[in-house]
């Protein structure tokens, strides 16, 4: 059955740290990977997208890697500011279509709040 | 580039009746387009997938004669919720796939409130 979890579930860190995100996967064939962040009310933002052959891509302050091998992504804010807090969306792409127009394969997301 | 608008971004309906949500495409052409569903605290559930010019497919479980989507324009698809009820009332949201090979983008979601 193909499933992302992530974890930990929710997270509270205070502004200026650094946080990382857990996301594995049980998703075959695997197509490409994906962390979304998505505010409260409002839609998915995509972040970065990773396929099969990447370690390590980085958008700003946000930096996710990506182990093929073990089935495993990371996303690592530096510096975490107030705008920040808001859930971060695990997204693995499944199937054999070309590039990722193939089945998107949701975790439940991480709720990191950033405090003051 | 790539960016999708969904209208309303809120609305409160009586029990019974019918809702539309609007999903468009605004500087691509979207030849599939996906509607999802998302209860407080839980992650995006598919609904269906909706074809340009064809009929939708939904996921199993999701009432197509409740939930009916037309996606008549390569720019815009829609949601309409058939007699309301409280239990509809959620967080919807539509994405659109676009030429990137890669490329999903998400509309900025409506809440629905039925009351």
């Known amino acids: 059955k193909n499933q992302v979890e992530q974890s930990p579930q929710s997270l509270i860190i205070l502004e200026g740290k650094n946080c990382t995100l857990q996301?594995?996967?049980?998703?075959?064939?695997?197509?490409?990977l994906r962390w979304y962040k998505q505010d409260t009310g409002r839609g998915p933002v995509s972040l970065t997208i990773?396929?099969?052959?990447?370690n390590t891509k980085s958008n700003g302050r946000y930096t996710a890697t990506l182990d093929a091998d073990t089935k495993q992504s990371s996303l690592h804010i530096t510096a975490s500011q107030l705008s920040d807090s808001a859930s971060y969306i695990c997204?693995?792409?499944?199937?054999?279509?070309?590039?990722?127009?193939?089945?998107?394969?949701f975790g439940a997301g991480t709720r990191l709040a950033v405090h003051p | 580039g790539a960016v999708v608008s969904q209208h309303p971004s809120w609305v409160i309906c009586k029990s019974g009746t019918s809702v539309k949500i609007e999903c468009r495409s605004l500087?691509?052409?979207?030849?599939?387009m996906f509607w999802y569903r998302q209860f407080p605290k839980q992650s995006l559930m598919l609904m269906a997938t909706?074809?340009?010019?064809?009929?939708?497919?939904?996921e199993q479980g999701v009432e197509k004669d409740k939930f009916l989507i037309n996606h008549a324009s390569l720019t815009l698809s829609t949601l309409t919720v058939t007699s309301a009820h409280p239990e509809d009332s959620s967080f919807y949201i539509c994405?659109?796939?676009?030429?990137?090979?890669?490329?999903?983008?998400f509309g900025s979601g409506t809440r629905l409130t039925v009351v």
């Open positions: 994405s659109a796939r676009w030429t990137d090979p890669y490329g999903y983008t």
């Open positions: 996301c594995n996967y049980t998703v075959s064939p695997f197509s490409n």
């Open positions: 990773m396929t099969f052959s990447e």
């Open positions: 997204v693995v792409s499944a199937g054999r279509g070309s590039g990722g127009y193939n089945k998107l394969i």
């Open positions: 500087d691509f052409q979207a030849t599939t």
């Open positions: 909706s074809n340009e010019g064809s009929k939708a497919t939904y």
